[in-house]
C-alpha cells in the first residue's frame, strides 16, 4: 500500500521568505504525483503534478516541485511567498492506471504580512 | 472547466438521522469519489466508483454506503448519523482517459452531527 508523509504540520513564514514543504511517498514502483492546495474557504485545487519527464515541475502562482526518485520525495517549494499563500497544502500520490489517490495529512501555511 | 458541485456546504443533523450527501460533476468523468477531512488527518477516502451501479470501499468505509445511478451523480450516505461523522466531505471525480488521474474536487460539505 502507498503511503505519503508531510513532514511539517505547520508552517509559519513571513512574506518574502523561501518555502519548502517536505513530501516522501512510500511505493516501490512507478508514480504520478502532485500537490494540491486549499485556500481558506476554498475547494481543493491541483498546484502542479507530475508523471513523465523533467523531474523538475512548475505550477501554478509560482510554485515548483522537482521528484527525486533516489530519495521517494516530491518537496514543493516557492523562492518567495506573499500573504495569499496561506493555505493547507496536500501531497499526493498514485500508481498510473489506478484512480485512487493517496494524500498526506497536510500541511498548513501561514504567511504574516 | 470542470465543475463538482455538492448539495449543500453546511449541514447540521441529529445523531440516528439518515443523511444523504449529493455530488454532480459536468465533465462526464468515469470515476467519482467520497472522502472526508478532517483537521491533521489530512484527506481519508470513504468510497469511490468507476463507472455506473460500480462501487469500491476506501479506507474508511465503516458506517457510510454509496449509490451512482447515473454517470453523473454519486450520492453518500449515512444510514445513521452518529456524532463521530461530523466532518467536511469531500467529492471528486477524475478520467479514466488520463493516466495521471487528476482529481477535480467539489466545494465541500461541513456536516455536524447533535
Known amino acids: 500500500a502507498q503511503s505519503v508523509s508531510q513532514h511539517n504540520h505547520h508552517v509559519i513564514l513571513s512574506e518574502a521568505a523561501s518555502l519548502e514543504l517536505g513530501c516522501n511517498y512510500s511505493?516501490?514502483?512507478?508514480?504520478?504525483l502532485f500537490w494540491y492546495v486549499q485556500y481558506p474557504g476554498q475547494h481543493l485545487q491541483l498546484l502542479l503534478k507530475?508523471?513523465?519527464?523533467?523531474?523538475l515541475v512548475k505550477g501554478i502562482k509560482g510554485f515548483e516541485a522537482e521528484f527525486i526518485k533516489s530519495k521517494f520525495s516530491f518537496n514543493l517549494r516557492k523562492p518567495s511567498v506573499q500573504w495569499s499563500d496561506t493555505a493547507e497544502y496536500f501531497c499526493?500520490?498514485?500508481?498510473?492506471?489506478?484512480?485512487?489517490?493517496?494524500f498526506g495529512k497536510g500541511t498548513m501555511l501561514l504567511v504574516s504580512p | 472547466d470542470v465543475k463538482v458541485t455538492q448539495s449543500s456546504r453546511y449541514l447540521v443533523k441529529r445523531t440516528g438521522e439518515k443523511v444523504f450527501l449529493e455530488c454532480v460533476q459536468d465533465?462526464?468523468?468515469?470515476?467519482m469519489f467520497w472522502y472526508r477531512q478532517d483537521p491533521g488527518l489530512g484527506l481519508r477516502l470513504i468510497y469511490f466508483s468507476y463507472d455506473v451501479k460500480m462501487k469500491e470501499k476506501g479506507d474508511i468505509p465503516e458506517g457510510y454506503s454509496v449509490s451512482r445511478e447515473k454517470k453523473e451523480r454519486f450520492s453518500l450516505i449515512l444510514e445513521s448519523a452518529s456524532t463521530n461523522q461530523t466532518s467536511m466531505y469531500l467529492c471528486a471525480s477524475s478520467s479514466k482517459r488520463i493516466n495521471y488521474n487528476e482529481q477535480f474536487f467539489g466545494p465541500g460539505t461541513r456536516l455536524t452531527v447533535l
Open positions: 465533465m462526464d468523468h468515469e470515476n
Open positions: 499526493a500520490v498514485n500508481a498510473p492506471g489506478y484512480s485512487t489517490l493517496t
Open positions: 507530475y508523471f513523465s519527464g523533467d523531474p
Open positions: 511505493y516501490g514502483g512507478t508514480v504520478n
